[in-house]
Nanobody, 113 residues
Framework: QVRLVESGGGLVQPGESLRLSCAASGTSFNRWTMGWYRQAPGNLRELVAAITPDGRTTYADSVKGRFTISRDNAKNTVYLQMNSLKPDDTAVYSC???????WGQGTQVTVSS
């Protein structure tokens, strides 16, 4: 079982930025595709962005051009840089290694004026 710890969430105003981090335990991090997901109240969890072990990325259409996913395999950490935040980005953000059953506890992002 992988332990995942997200951090970096908070309350920001529209247009501001946040950087989320997800630190993973274990020695297999550099073999996983890592995904950032979010879930807003009343909504299904959705994939925001993902990054393969060699750095290829994919994004949800709603965040393209505003969010950037990256990883540091030496630190077992994946990041999500979120710029130009909108109220619709408000959700709990969680990281998840693909092909595992493990999830972090999530970090709340609230975008409100």
């Amino acid at each position: 079982q992988v332990r995942l710890v997200e951090s970096g969430g908070g309350l920001v105003q529209p247009g501001e930025s946040l950087r989320l981090s997800c630190a993973a335990s274990g020695t297999s991090f550099n073999r996983w595709t890592m995904g950032w997901y979010r879930q807003a109240p009343g909504n299904l969890r959705e994939l925001v962005a993902a990054i393969t072990p060699d750095g290829r990325t994919t994004y949800a259409d709603s965040v393209k051009g505003r969010f950037t996913i990256s990883r540091d395999n030496a630190k077992n950490t994946v990041y999500l840089q979120m710029n130009s935040l909108k109220p619709d980005d408000t959700a709990v953000y969680s990281c998840h290694p693909w092909l595992t059953a493990d999830w972090g506890q999530g970090t709340q992002v609230t975008v409100s004026s």
